[in-house]
């Protein structure tokens, strides 16, 4: 697994580069939605240990059930995304690990219905953001894990619970260790100093 730039040149970070990705997931994300209220494309959604359901990995960021539920994935995606973006120079790359572990893990264990939502990759990132800061030696990484862990640090305790029977809470949860998975590894290599390096 590879989660750092080889060199400056292959990999220069670019905070309006990523401000221009964010945008253009979250259109995507509702470009879908619309779609969605004429087709059935929410049966593309993750469904666990079946194979037709593999789809569901790639697709579950952008299937959404109703208004609610998108427009409450949407606010803490642009933030989490933009304090990632800010503070990593391989924001994409940590998008895509979350998403596709959290994703495989999902399918393997996640109950038998079909899952749907942002909400995976927003825990996702909650726990990578939260995680890197206890596992990194760095002043950054530590100011956004406070901020993350304060604004939502109660949403991170509730929504991997399994109180809510039509709540993909497996989901939240998976994505959460995902997150902190990647935050762990990554913070191995910048203890052997072969990661991103210090970055204030």
Same mark, same amino acid.
Request: proline share 2%; charged share 15%; aromatic share 10%.
């Given at each position: 697994?590879?989660?750092?730039?080889?060199?400056?040149?292959?990999?220069?970070?670019?905070?309006?580069?990523?401000?221009?990705?964010?945008?253009?997931?979250?259109?995507?994300?509702?470009?879908?939605?619309?779609?969605?209220?004429?087709?059935?494309?929410?049966?593309?959604?993750?469904?666990?240990?079946?194979?037709?359901?593999?789809?569901? =990995?790639?697709? &579950? %960021?952008?299937?959404?059930?109703? !208004?609610?539920?998108?427009? +409450?994935?949407?606010?803490?995606?642009? $933030? /989490?995304?933009?304090?990632?973006?800010?503070?990593?120079?391989?924001?994409?790359?940590?998008?895509?690990? =979350?998403?596709? &572990? %959290?994703?495989?893990?999902?399918? !393997?264990?996640?109950?038998? +219905?079909?899952?749907?939502?942002?909400? $995976? /990759?927003?825990?996702?990132?909650?726990?990578?953001?939260?995680?890197?800061?206890?596992?990194?030696?760095?002043?950054?990484?530590?100011?956004?894990?406070?901020?993350?862990?304060?604004?939502?640090?109660?949403?991170?305790?509730?929504?991997?619970?399994?109180?809510?029977?039509?709540?993909?809470?497996?989901?939240?949860?998976?994505?959460?260790?995902?997150?902190?998975?990647?935050?762990?590894?990554?913070?191995?290599?910048?203890?052997?100093?072969?990661?991103?390096?210090?970055?204030?």
């Amino acid at each position: 697994m590879n989660l750092k730039p080889s060199t400056a040149k292959e990999h220069v970070h670019s905070f309006k580069r990523d401000l221009t990705g964010i945008g253009l997931f979250l259109i995507a994300i509702w470009v879908v939605f619309v779609i969605d209220r004429f087709l059935p494309i929410e049966q593309l959604g993750l469904v666990p240990r079946s194979v037709k359901g593999l789809i569901g =990995i790639v697709t &579950i %960021a952008f299937l959404h059930a109703d !208004l609610g539920h998108i427009m +409450a994935n949407s606010v803490p995606l642009i $933030v /989490l995304l933009c304090l990632l973006a800010g503070s990593r120079a391989n924001s994409i790359d940590i998008v895509v690990y =979350i998403s596709v &572990i %959290a994703g495989i893990l999902l399918w !393997l264990f996640g109950r038998d +219905a079909i899952h749907i939502g942002a909400s $995976v /990759l927003v825990f996702g990132l909650i726990g990578f953001l939260v995680c890197a800061g206890f596992f990194e030696k760095r002043l950054l990484s530590a100011l956004i894990a406070i901020g993350v862990a304060v604004t939502y640090g109660s949403t991170l305790v509730f929504g991997v619970l399994p109180i809510q029977r039509a709540v993909s809470w497996e989901g939240h949860l998976f994505g959460a260790i995902a997150g902190g998975l990647i935050a762990y590894y990554i913070a191995g290599d910048l203890e052997r100093g072969t990661g991103e390096g210090a970055r204030l």
